[in-house]
């Protein structure tokens, strides 16, 4: 079946830096991808769509400034947290679907976010 | 409206028993039905769909049972396991903007004990 892979799982930064995810589609091409942040034992809220080759659309709440997204191929889509504090930790899934049809939305692994 | 309501919060059976775990939802414009299981640390993990022209739908031993007219889905697993252990969130999709997007319950946890 359709594998999406989620990188760094675990990633530690310090407050004010930088921190970039990458999720690959390891066997499909993924039209569209989608980043979800969840936090503890709480369900998981959409944060932005992305079509492959145009700009993300970011939920209403969301900054797009702090959470930049890139889904520059069909296959890799990478969402970066600008000048990350504390409160940006956090649980972030993203989640790949094969053309525009309205089924088989493949989730990666996540990736748990600790800012310190 | 967008919301999908999920109950219960939390639910303990024994192992063999049949947990049901039940989602409702408001907006007749979503049209695709998908349970995730998830375990702690791990991202979703599809476990059975359905669309709102089907009523129950088996795979293994997950069923979901749907009732378009009274706008709830239910998930059944039957002879539950230890193993089944884990957050359960119902899910619906709805085409919004300019593509489909699930939006999900607030999830079980569901505890099978030996």
């Known amino acids: 079946g359709a594998v999406v892979s989620q990188h760094p799982s675990r990633v530690i930064c310090k407050s004010g830096t930088s921190v970039k995810i990458e999720c690959r589609s390891l066997d499909f091409q993924a039209t569209t991808m989608f980043w979800y942040r969840q936090f503890p034992k709480k369900s998981l809220m959409l944060m932005a769509t992305s079509n492959e080759g145009s700009k993300a659309t970011y939920e209403q709440g969301v900054e797009k400034d702090k959470f930049l997204i890139n889904h520059a191929s069909l296959t890799l889509s990478t969402l970066t947290v600008t000048s990350a504090h504390p409160e940006d930790s956090s649980f972030y899934i993203c989640?790949?679907?094969?053309?525009?049809?309205?089924?088989?939305?493949?989730f990666g692994s996540g990736t748990r976010l600790t800012v310190v | 409206q967008q919301q999908v309501k999920q109950s219960p919060q939390s639910l303990i059976v024994q192992k063999g028993g049949i947990p049901i775990i039940n989602c409702a939802y408001e907006n007749t414009a979503f049209d695709y039905f998908p349970w995730y299981q998830q375990f702690p640390g791990k991202g979703p993990a599809l476990l059975i769909a359905i669309r709102p022209d089907v009523s129950e739908k088996k795979e293994g031993r997950f069923t979901i049972s749907f009732n378009k007219s009274a706008k709830q889905f239910s998930l059944h697993i039957m002879d539950s396991q230890p193993g089944d252990s884990a957050t359960y969130f119902c899910a619906a999709s709805i085409y919004g903007g300019s593509n489909y997007k699930l939006t999900f319950g607030k999830g079980t946890l569901l505890t099978v004990n030996p």
């Open positions: 989640s790949a679907r094969e053309g525009l049809l309205n089924y088989g939305y493949t």
